[in-house]
Each structure stands twice: as structure tokens, then as C-alpha cells.
């Protein structure tokens, strides 16, 4: 692969399966297990896809290498408190980085989320937030992402039998 056969462009509605799948490989690669997924998660995810892009609040952004799809990145408008109460306070989210293997070490996790970063800069957010496994974070933070004060709490294994 030479860098130049590399391209960055937004994926098409129909091109949303493609998308599915490597958000499901980027989620089994940092382990989350498949029993949190609903047996049709690639039509649900689809759909949610679908229709957030048509609402204008979702871009999946691919890395091709001529008509193969290597990498994938998506951004989207986070919705609920505090975008939709409060003025000047619109947030992006870019989720599902993923780069397949083989094509690794190149730069193509930052130029998906670069465009994903462009694309919610240009719908008016005041910042992009994302999650990293550990060994991605020296890419986000070069690109001049910051750790924040996010808190995370998961339920204990004995409360959630309790539902």
C-alpha cells in the first residue's frame, strides 16, 4: 500500500452494514463482550445510523484503499442535556475507530477522526469528546484532545442481579 492509494471520504447511507461491522470489530477487539449486543444488532445499528444521518447528526468517514474499506471513524452530535437546553453548548462524539490490521501504524486512525473532527467542527460544536483504549491515547492527545474530569461508575455485579 502506498500512502497515496489511501483515500478519506464519508460513507454513503447504503454503506452503513460496512460501518456496523467495524464498529462491532472495534468493540470485540477492546473486549466488550457480544452478550450486550441485541441478536440483531447490525439492523439496529443500521437504522440508528440511518437515521441519525438523515437528520443531519452523524458522518461515518472511511479509509480506502482503492474500493476496500480499511479504516472507519464516526462522529456524531450528542443529543439530550445540555444540547438541547442549553445555547452554545452543541457536542460532538467521534466513536468506532477502527483500523484493520494490516494497515495499522500508518496514520489512518487520525485522518478518520480528523474528518469526523472537521465534519463537527463545521456543525457548530464547541467541542468533540471521545473514549480511548490505552494504547490509542498518545494519537488523541497529539491531536489536541485533553483528558477531562469524566467519572465513570458501573453498577456492581450484585446490584445488577437485583433487576
Known amino acids: 500500500m502506498s500512502k497515496s492509494s489511501i483515500t478519506i471520504r464519508a460513507a ?3 454503506e452503513f452494514d460496512i460501518a456496523s461491522e467495524f464498529w462491532v470489530s472495534m468493540r470485540r477487539e477492546l473486549n466488550m463482550p457480544d452478550a450486550d449486543l441485541t441478536p440483531d444488532w447490525k439492523e439496529r445499528s443500521v437504522a440508528y445510523f440511518s437515521r441519525r444521518f438523515a437528520a443531519g447528526e452523524l458522518r461515518w468517514f472511511f479509509a480506502c484503499d482503492a474500493d476496500v474499506v480499511v479504516a472507519s471513524a464516526a462522529g456524531f452530535l450528542l443529543d439530550g442535556y445540555p444540547s438541547e437546553i442549553c445555547i452554545n ?3 460532538g462524539y467521534v466513536a468506532g475507530v477502527f483500523v484493520k490490521p494490516g494497515y495499522r501504524r500508518r496514520g489512518l ?3 478518520v ?3 469526523c473532527v472537521d465534519w463537527l467542527w463545521q456543525t457548530g460544536c464547541r467541542a ?4 480511548s483504549a490505552a494504547n490509542a491515547r498518545a494519537i488523541y492527545e497529539s491531536m489536541g484532545f485533553e483528558a477531562s474530569n469524566e467519572m465513570i461508575m458501573e453498577r456492581p455485579p450484585s446490584a445488577q442481579t437485583r433487576i
Open 89 to 91: 453548548r452543541r457536542v
Open 128 to 131: 468533540v469528546r471521545l473514549h
Open 113 to 115: 477522526t480528523q474528518a
Open 12 to 14: 454513503e447511507p447504503n
Open 109 to 111: 486512525a487520525r485522518a
